[in-house]
């Protein structure tokens, strides 16, 4: 397979008017002879890290052919589509044009061509792999500055409270999560879980500082827990039983004060009294804030001296105790003793013997005092009297 060439070689002088002569040159180009240039190796394969500074030579390809007299020129073919490799087309120097980033692409393979100069037709290819290294120069970031979040206080230990995360743009960066705490923990994978049990009544708020590592560089977010309070415990009363002396018809009087705590902080712990039966709420009032005891409008010694009320304690949660208000009504003299008979006209014969009865009396007071009769006026000549059985008699006096 053969090729001619054929052209003038011409030489001239350098007079005013040039002088010159040609000589007619044809050139034969046996193809036979020629073959491709062959590379050192098929593929080749190198790793740089992506901060190296740009122009900087990352490999050196070689062809080389059996005719030392005949050039060999070097390109990139494909796989450099961005720009990012420079080949030097005499040497087979590939330098770096633009700054590598491992986040964004971490292989680059490129066909590499070798030619020989003027003959194109002669040519072999070479792939180049190129590996980026990732170098920790991303530090990591939370996704959030702040999580807020809520734990009963009666949560088991491990139980997960709340997720952080925390990326890096680094590509084989390895994420740890830190705090600082005896009550909560982080798990590898950033969940924050009990690590104590919480006491609602010792500490309703945990401000905790998570940190998260790529191994040189840090990041910390703020993590609020609240806890939440659960209905642990019931009133108890101070006292087993109240006693309160009570006047009848004293109405709106302070009697005292029932009192009773519960351990729960918080809503759960607010105490609310009441009466048991509602309708003894005629009898006394109970003060569903304070336990303060009062006097109702229906307190009379001689209906009943006496009363027993089942008086509850109930928490904010709904857990209740009871105990009993007993309450002793006091008697006041406010009933007038009634005589019985009211009025009487008796007939004595002026010869009745003494100490006959004319008329026996009865004096009852509602108030269950004690009751004494006595005449008061008419009697002036003494002719009456009332004996131990408070029955009228005639004396001897009246017939004298």
Same mark, same amino acid.
């Given at each position: 397979d053969r090729a001619v060439? *054929?052209? *003038?070689?011409? !030489?001239?002088?350098?007079g005013l008017v040039p002088l010159s002569s040609s000589a007619l040159v044809t050139v034969v180009v046996d193809f036979e002879v020629l073959e491709a240039p062959v590379f050192d190796m098929s593929e080749y394969f190198v790793s740089v890290e992506e901060d190296i500074p =740009?122009? &900087?030579? %990352?490999v050196k390809l070689n062809a080389s052919t059996d005719d030392p007299s005949?050039? %060999?020129?070097? $390109? %990139? $073919?494909?796989? @450099? $589509?961005n720009g990012q490799f420079h080949i030097i087309p005499? &040497?087979? +120097?590939?330098? =770096? =044009?633009? @700054?590598?980033?491992?986040?964004?692409? #971490? &292989?680059y393979i490129l066909s590499v061509k070798a030619t020989l100069f003027g003959f194109s037709r002669f040519f072999s290819l070479a792939t180049v792999t190129i590996t980026v290294q990732d170098i920790n120069d991303e530090a990591p970031e939370f996704l959030l500055p702040f999580y807020p979040a809520t734990v009963s206080e009666n949560a088991q230990l491990v &139980?997960?409270? +709340? #997720?952080?995360? !925390? @990326?890096?743009?680094? +590509? @084989?960066?390895? %994420?740890?999560?830190? =705090?600082?705490?005896? +009550?909560f923990n982080v798990t590898a994978d950033g969940v924050i879980i009990v690590a104590s049990l919480t006491d609602y009544e010792k500490q309703t708020i945990y401000d905790l500082t998570v940190t998260c590592s790529d191994g040189e560089n840090t990041a910390q977010t703020t993590v609020r827990i609240e806890v939440l309070p659960v209905n642990e415990f019931t009133p108890v009363f101070d006292q087993t039983g109240y006693h309160f002396f009570a006047t009848e018809h004293s109405f709106g009087t302070l009697l005292g004060t029932i009192h009773a705590t519960d351990l729960d902080a918080g809503s759960d712990g607010e105490i609310t009294y009441f009466l048991q039966n509602p309708g003894n709420s005629s009898v006394v009032f109970v003060d569903p804030t304070v336990g303060d005891i009062l006097v109702g *409008?229906?307190?009379?010694?001689? $209906?009943?001296?006496?009363?027993?009320?089942?008086?509850?304690?109930?928490?904010g949660g709904g857990k209740q105790s009871f105990v009993f208000l007993n309450i002793s009504v006091n008697n006041t003299n406010d009933v007038k003793p009634q005589l019985s008979p009211q009025a009487v006209v008796k007939v004595v014969p002026s010869d009745t013997a003494d100490g006959y009865p004319i008329e026996t009396y009865v004096c009852t007071d509602g108030d269950g005092s004690e009751t004494n009769i006595t005449i008061i006026q008419g009697n002036n000549m003494g002719y009456f009297d009332l004996n131990e059985y408070n029955q009228l008699t005639w004396t001897t006096v009246a017939g004298g």
């Open positions: 060439y *054929n052209f *003038n070689v011409v !030489c001239s002088d350098a =740009l122009q &900087t030579s %990352i005949i050039d %060999i020129i070097y $390109e %990139i $073919e494909s796989g @450099n $589509e005499a &040497t087979g +120097v590939i330098l =770096l =044009l633009k @700054n590598l980033d491992a986040s964004v692409q #971490q &292989t &139980t997960p409270v +709340v #997720q952080v995360e !925390c @990326n890096d743009d680094d +590509v @084989n960066s390895e %994420i740890s999560y830190a =705090l600082s705490s005896t +009550v *409008n229906n307190l009379d010694y001689e $209906e009943q001296s006496f009363w027993s009320l089942p008086v509850v304690a109930v928490d």
